[in-house]
């Protein structure tokens, strides 16, 4: 199991005496300082020095969420094939610490690591979204600014999300992890609703960049155990970093995921390059000015992003794709902001109405 230190937790006044805060100082008040704040930005701000967004990593700030809980990915765009996914703000910033992760630059201005004691106004904006498309299937995710399982043993969100979920048909909760935090899981019976889905990188990989994360072999592992618990699993190969001997390391990792769970048994594969604003770029050098995985030859592409060249992502994505088809299952597939040329390059035709994925995984 993952353990992540951290050096405080910081309760919001609002926040005070709710359940998240309750579970939280049972679980580590006895091992961490509980200071509380009136404003929880003062937390952030208290956050200065050579790297706020490290210190921000190991301070757990628990505040009330006044913004909406539920968005469409931020990654989705009129200029991609996008995959209609729509993402649940539970937290921001993550006690991991990968060296290309982009919220070193989306969160520059409130690094702090925070949770919302106010997650169940989530729950009604889920039931609100429901009622106001009947008959639709919505794959919601709770990974995109934060792991979704990183603290999962002293918050026990799972818990909440899966007895919410689970009595929805017309939903499928994705939990995104890097992590092998999966105890809380275990204990519940999803009843399909549930899909936990893994980044996986080969090893060269994650000892260069993905730090405190869960080895690649030990992600693997925990998706064999919740698919045999009743969940979904899928795998994102996102991001593919196109460093000297990745086809290679790539295809073995695909097989040793295929030599755990049968493609068939595989519910959702989503691949996406490296990518980066130049912003970005310089920040993750910054911080981790030794990491080969951050100096390869990039292209800027029209949405301002860093790249791979087109012909070396083609490459890898067709290498991956050609390795899963051969394992003889048609598993449903996308690639995370790339143009429909790129899918078509890929999969042999473009998604015929790439936001359809939600649909898909209620019939798979
Ligand atoms: S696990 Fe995800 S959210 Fe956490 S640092 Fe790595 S990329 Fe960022």
Known sequence: MTTFDLDALVVEETSRGSALVERLVGALGASIPVTHVSDAREATRAMLGAD??????????VRKRRAPFLMGCPAGSAQFACCGYLVLILASNCPMDCSYCFLQEHVANNPAFQVYSNFRDAFEEMDRLAHSAPGRHFRVGTGELADSLALDSVTKLSVDLIEFVRKREHLTLEFKTKTDEIENLLKLDPRGRAMV?????????????????????????????????????????DPMIAYEGAERDYLQLVDQLLSAIPARRISLLSMGALRMTPGLRSAARRRFPTDPMLLGEEVLGSDGRLR?????????????????????????????????????????????????????????
């Open 308 to 364: 791979a060249f087109g012909a070396l992502r083609i490459r890898l994505y067709r290498a991956l794709q050609e390795r899963f088809e051969r394992a003889g299952a048609r598993i449903p597939s996308y690639l995370c902001m790339e143009s429909r040329a790129v899918h078509e390059r890929v999969f042999g035709v473009a998604p015929a109405n790439p936001a359809t994925i939600g649909e898909r995984l209620a019939l798979g």
């Open 197 to 237: 889905s893994w980044t996986l990188s080969p090893d060269a990989v994650w000892q260069s960049s993905e730090h405190r994360t869960a080895s690649p072999s030990a992600r693997i592992a925990a998706a064999r155990a919740v698919l045999d618990g009743g969940y979904r699993v899928g795998f994102h190969f």
């Open 52 to 61: 706020p967004l490290g210190a921000g990593k190991r301070r757990l700030v």
